[in-house]
């Protein structure tokens, strides 16, 4: 609170902190900065804002994603060089005066050992491990190789494994608050088991000392990498995030939540990309665990609890990081992202824009719901990204719609094709929907008006199925006429969860059967914004578009399906 420092790319230049807990407790209270109006795209439209009645719901997952491979096999990562361990040992490990404070006051403390001037709190900063010094009886210490704010990481030596370790202790071992924070990380973090996270092998105690022992991960952090070349290719930077995905969807599983998500805990080593840095993991169903985040990263809520949501934010304005420069990035933009006039990344890739604006947008009901549904979409904008930027097309089948239906319903003569919203792919069935078989059953009738009525008894039978009424209203829209039902029908839904982008979709082929091209296409809009990685949503807005007689707005998005899936 009296730093007279500045933040430079979310870190003070005189104390080197980001004072993230002092900022999240004043969060409850006060208005953040870097808030702005609803975003606007590259094509002039913004996402609805006003779905959010009462709270989303939870609970929502997708096992679909398969993330197997750096870059999905769509693109080629640069390989690093292995780095020599022994290289990175500090030679002389001190922490710098402007590093140093108080933990119990956050008093700037000028000196290595002592007694805060403040509050009286005694405090040390020197490194208490010296090369060839033995733990345990096992780990040979090498040395002091960085330090951070929850501590002091060496370099050591497993002798009965013959494998190279980081062993993690305390910055200030006088902290009681950090050693708080390492008897947490012993509870649960060893039972952490995955390719993507860095692992903990032990927990060991020298002296009046305890180190975690993690595994050695070489490489360079994608800050690193960063910070070497600028703003990387935007094929290359969805890569490692869409990989990374991986590990967040393991941890929100295991009720676990990363909290502190940024370009300094991903490290690139062998052509893959771990975290490697625990310390600030926590229970989500923790109320009394201490909160960490950074400036620019955490998410406007963060203050009040760590959720899976909340890491999905630090995910979505880490790609964004990776992608260009944000100038105010901790300020006027700590809650917002830069514009496609500001940006002409953002302007160049639509999708990949809409993909962070649903990511980082402040409601947090408006954001993805899990690290699935997020590689889901991300997977789609690299497809994308990669057939523009290549001009290779990336086709693949959707986990959410049918097929093309144009060469079913389309004549078979040389007549012109009109745009019609028969030509409009039909979203797949919730397997999971209490309703499912009646309404697979109910949907291969052929006679339209047969199968109204059999769905309309479904929807009694099964209530709180979303299906049925889904596909009442979808088979209502073809049997034409009653559209102010459809409306009904759709309403029923949208009481229940909102957030359903299905709503949408079937409300803008309603309008299209209707002839209200220009409602119908806003529709369909806002479905491309909750689904920015499908492509179908891109053709709906194109026949839209071409209905309402919006030619160069349909050939664009036309183009677009095109040159990624023809």
Same mark, same amino acid.
């Given at each position: 609170?009296?730093?007279?420092?500045?933040?430079?790319?979310?870190?003070?230049?005189?104390?080197?902190?980001?004072?993230?807990?002092?900022?999240?407790?004043?969060?409850?209270?006060?208005?953040?900065?870097?808030?702005?109006?609803?975003?606007?795209?590259?094509?002039?439209?913004?996402?609805?804002?006003?779905?959010?009645?009462?709270?989303?719901?939870?609970?929502?997952?997708?096992?679909?994603?398969?993330?197997?491979?750096?870059?999905?096999?769509?693109?080629?990562?640069?390989?690093?060089?292995?780095?020599?361990?022994?290289?990175?040992?500090?030679?002389?490990?001190?922490?710098?005066?402007?590093?140093?404070?108080?933990?119990?006051?956050?008093?700037?403390?000028?000196?290595?050992?002592?007694?805060?001037?403040?509050?009286?709190?005694?405090?040390?900063?020197?490194?208490?491990?010296?090369?060839?010094?033995?733990?345990?009886?096992?780990?040979?210490?090498?040395?002091?190789?960085?330090?951070?704010?929850?501590?002091?990481?060496?370099?050591?030596?497993?002798?009965?494994?013959?494998?190279?370790?980081? !062993? &993690?202790?305390?910055?200030?071992?006088?902290?009681?608050?950090? =050693? *708080?924070? #390492? +008897? %947490?990380?012993?509870?649960?973090?060893?039972?952490?088991?995955?390719?993507?996270?860095?692992?903990?092998?032990?927990?060991?105690?020298?002296?009046?000392?305890?180190?975690?022992?993690?595994?050695?991960?070489?490489?360079?952090? !994608? &800050?690193?990498?960063?910070?070497?070349?600028?703003?990387?290719? =935007? *094929?290359? #930077? +969805? %890569?490692?995030?869409?990989?990374?995905?991986?590990?967040?969807?393991?941890?929100?599983?295991?009720?676990?939540?990363?909290?502190?998500?940024?370009?300094?805990?991903?490290?690139?080593?062998?052509?893959?990309?771990?975290?490697?840095?625990?310390?600030?993991?926590?229970?989500?169903?923790?109320?009394?665990?201490?909160?960490?985040?950074?400036?620019?990263?955490?998410?406007?809520?963060?203050?009040?609890?760590?959720?899976?949501?909340?890491?999905?934010?630090?995910?979505?304005?880490?790609?964004?990081?990776?992608?260009?420069?944000?100038?105010?990035?901790?300020?006027?933009?700590?809650?917002?992202?830069?514009?496609?006039?500001?940006?002409?990344?953002?302007?160049?890739?639509?999708?990949?824009?809409?993909?962070?604006?649903?990511?980082?947008?402040?409601?947090?009901?408006?954001?993805?719901?899990?690290?699935?549904?997020?590689?889901?979409?991300?997977?789609?904008?690299?497809?994308?990204?990669?057939?523009?930027?290549?001009?290779?097309?990336?086709?693949?089948?959707?986990?959410?719609?049918?097929?093309?239906?144009?060469?079913?319903?389309?004549?078979?003569?040389?007549?012109?094709?009109?745009?019609?919203?028969?030509?409009?792919?039909?979203?797949?069935?919730?397997?999971?929907?209490?309703?499912?078989?009646?309404?697979?059953?109910?949907?291969?009738?052929?006679?339209?008006?047969?199968?109204?009525?059999?769905?309309?008894?479904?929807?009694?039978?099964?209530?709180?199925?979303?299906?049925?009424?889904?596909?009442?209203?979808?088979?209502?829209?073809?049997?034409?006429?009653?559209?102010?039902?459809?409306?009904?029908?759709?309403?029923?839904?949208?009481?229940?969860?909102?957030?359903?982008?299905?709503?949408?979709?079937?409300?803008?082929?309603?309008?299209?059967?209707?002839?209200?091209?220009?409602?119908?296409?806003?529709?369909?809009?806002?479905?491309?914004?909750?689904?920015?990685?499908?492509?179908?949503?891109?053709?709906?807005?194109?026949?839209?578009?071409?209905?309402?007689?919006?030619?160069?707005?349909?050939?664009?998005?036309?183009?677009?399906?095109?040159?990624?899936?023809?």
């Amino acid at each position: 609170p009296a730093c007279t420092g500045t933040l430079e790319d979310g870190y003070c230049d005189v104390c080197g902190l980001a004072a993230v807990r002092s900022l999240i407790s004043q969060k409850q209270t006060t208005t953040p900065t870097g808030r702005s109006a609803p975003a606007t795209t590259g094509t002039g439209s913004s996402p609805v804002t006003n779905r959010s009645r009462g709270s989303r719901r939870t609970g929502s997952t997708s096992a679909r994603s398969s993330r197997k491979q750096l870059g999905a096999g769509l693109v080629s990562i640069p390989e690093l060089p292995s780095t020599e361990p022994e290289k990175l040992i500090l030679v002389e490990p001190n922490v710098p005066e402007n590093k140093r404070f108080c933990g119990n006051c956050n008093n700037p403390l000028r000196r290595e050992k002592g007694f805060c001037s403040k509050c009286g709190q005694k405090y040390s900063f020197s490194a208490t491990l010296n090369p060839k010094d033995l733990i345990a009886e096992q780990y040979e210490v090498k040395g002091a190789i960085a330090y951070g704010g929850l501590g002091w990481i060496y370099l050591g030596f497993d002798n009965t494994l013959s494998r190279y370790i980081v !062993l &993690k202790g305390l910055l200030n071992s006088e902290d009681a608050a950090s =050693a *708080a924070v #390492a +008897i %947490a990380e012993r509870k649960f973090l060893a039972s952490v088991k995955h390719a993507n996270i860095v692992g903990i092998y032990n927990f060991v105690n020298h002296g009046t000392e305890g180190f975690i022992v993690m595994e050695y991960v070489g490489g360079k952090t !994608l &800050k690193q990498i960063r910070k070497e070349r600028g703003p990387l290719p =935007a *094929a290359e #930077a +969805i %890569a490692y995030i869409y990989r990374i995905l991986g590990a967040f969807a393991y941890l929100h599983a295991q009720g676990l939540a990363y909290c502190d998500f940024k370009p300094d805990n991903v490290m690139l080593e062998d052509n893959d990309v771990k975290l490697i840095d625990m310390g600030g993991v926590r229970r989500i169903d923790d109320p009394d665990g201490d909160i960490y985040g950074t400036v620019g990263y955490s998410a406007p809520e963060a203050g009040e609890g760590p959720t899976a949501v909340s890491d999905l934010y630090t995910i979505g304005r880490t790609l964004a990081v990776l992608l260009c420069d944000i100038k105010g990035f901790g300020s006027t933009h700590q809650y917002s992202l830069p514009s496609p006039q500001e940006e002409p990344l953002f302007a160049q890739q639509e999708s990949l824009y809409r993909f962070l604006l649903k990511a980082t947008t402040e409601k947090s009901d408006d954001r993805f719901q899990s690290a699935d549904e997020m590689a889901d979409q991300l997977l789609g904008v690299l497809r994308e990204v990669v057939a523009l930027e290549t001009s290779t097309p990336r086709p693949t089948t959707s986990s959410l719609f049918g097929g093309d239906l144009l060469s079913l319903t389309a004549a078979n003569d040389f007549a012109p094709i009109k745009p019609e919203f028969h030509h409009l792919p039909i979203p797949l069935l919730d397997a999971t929907d209490p309703a499912f078989n009646a309404v697979m059953n109910a949907s291969a009738i052929a006679d339209l008006d047969r199968r109204v009525e059999t769905l309309t008894q479904v929807t009694t039978q099964y209530p709180k199925s979303k299906e049925a009424l889904l596909r009442l209203a979808n088979s209502l829209i073809d049997l034409g006429g009653n559209y102010e039902r459809v409306e009904k029908v759709l309403a029923q839904v949208e009481e229940n969860d909102p957030w359903d982008w299905r709503i949408l979709w079937y409300r803008g082929r309603s309008r299209m059967a209707e002839g209200k091209a220009q409602e119908a296409k806003k529709a369909f809009d806002q479905v491309y914004f909750d689904l920015p990685g499908e492509l179908t949503p891109k053709l709906a807005i194109a026949l839209a578009a071409e209905q309402a007689r919006d030619f160069s707005f349909a050939i664009q998005m036309y183009n677009l399906v095109l040159r990624t899936d023809p």
